[in-house]
Structures are given as structure tokens and as C-alpha cells.
């Protein structure tokens, strides 16, 4: 029932790490799913961007494919109402995207990350910014539609904006004071919308 299909990713200077997106196999379609072992107390599926995740809990003894037989129906009414399917471009293609924003919102914010980091986590984050001014992207954002990867990287970038300028690294007036310039919330939510 599960087929797994590793994606080569070449190892480069950045350290990216490789990831691997397996497809099951449910009704015809070859739907990705990713595959996170957690500290949950359950596994639980959820749908983000055109993807899907099962959480699995490291204490739940119930093997990945006994799950997946389990949930069939729920991912695939999932994936039926997911406005949004996976993209499929390489990894080139991908990085070439991250950097043409990064380089735009550079050059708008006037602001220059540190470092930019490419990990694949949980799909409930895409983007992290850290006070050491470096920002960490979330490696299954590759799949995900370019507006999806856009909002990310600026909202990203508006995290290193404040900190730089204003100091603060919340969710405040001074983040949303620049981050609305470039989204307004109707903009935000039709992208984040599944
Ligand atoms: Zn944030």
C-alpha cells in the first residue's frame, strides 16, 4: 500500500538536509505525506499546504502502515478538500525561489540575515527567525505553491527587520506595523487558506 519514493537531494555546502516524501497510494492517487515521530501521546494527520503530516507518537506502538490503513478514508477526504496540491520542482528550483525573495526583501528592509538554514520539520511551522539574526526555513516548503514560500520568507525577514531596528522580536505593533505593508490580512488568509 505504501510506496516510498526517495528524493536525492545532492548534500551542499549548506548542510541542507536530505528529505524524503513518501507517496500512499489511496483511490488512484498518489498522495505525499510526510512522516514526523513526536512526543505526543497519539499520532495524529493533519493537512498543511497541500501536504500531509502524520505526527506519529513515539510511545504509539501501532507500526506507520497499520496507521495509514487505519486513517485511508480520513486522507483521502483530506486530500479531496485540500484546495492546495503539492508542487513538484527540484530542489534547484526551489533554493533559486528562496533566493530571489530573500534578495527582494533584502533589498526592500534593508536588513541581511546572518545565515538561512533549510531543515525539514513538522509542517506546523514553516519559518523560524532567531535572535542570532538567522532564519531557519522549512525544507517542505519545496512543495508548497511559491505565494505560500513568499509570505514565509517575509515574514521571516520582518522578524529580522525588528530586531534589527526596533529590538523586539515579538508579534507586536513594530512586526505588523511592516509586515501589513507588504500582506493585509484578507491577503494573508486567502494565501494560508487550505
Ligand atoms: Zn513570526
Redesign the pocket.
Known amino acids: 500500500m505504501c510506496k516510498n519514493r526517495k528524493i536525492n537531494l545532492k548534500e551542499n555546502p549548506g548542510g541542507i538536509k536530505k528529505i524524503i516524501m513518501q507517496f500512499i497510494n489511496i483511490g488512484n492517487i498518489e498522495m505525499p505525506f510526510i512522516f514526523t515521530q513526536t512526543n505526543m501521546k497519539q499520532s495524529e494527520f493533519i493537512a498543511i499546504q497541500g501536504i500531509m503530516n502524520l505526527n506519529h507518537g513515539k510511545k504509539d506502538e501501532r507500526s506507520v502502515k497499520t496507521l495509514m490503513s487505519r486513517y485511508e478514508n480520513q486522507i483521502l477526504k483530506m486530500y479531496n478538500h485540500m484546495q492546495k496540491k503539492p508542487v513538484e520542482r527540484s530542489e534547484k528550483e526551489y533554493l533559486e525561489i528562496c533566493d530571489q525573495y530573500i534578495n527582494a526583501y533584502q533589498d526592500i528592509l534593508h536588513v541581511k540575515p546572518d545565515k538561512i538554514r533549510q531543515t525539514p520539520m513538522k509542517l506546523t511551522h514553516l519559518?523560524?527567525?532567531y535572535k542570532n539574526n538567522t532564519i531557519t526555513l522549512n525544507k517542505y516548503l519545496m512543495y508548497m505553491n511559491e505565494d505560500i514560500i513568499q509570505h514565509v520568507i517575509c515574514?521571516?525577514m520582518c522578524?529580522i527587520f525588528t530586531l534589527n531596528y526596533c529590538d523586539t522580536f515579538k508579534?507586536d505593533d513594530n512586526?505588523y506595523g511592516i509586515f501589513r505593508e507588504f500582506y493585509t490580512e484578507e491577503e494573508e488568509k486567502a494565501i494560508l487558506s487550505n
Open positions: 519559518g523560524w527567525a515574514h521571516e522578524h508579534h512586526f
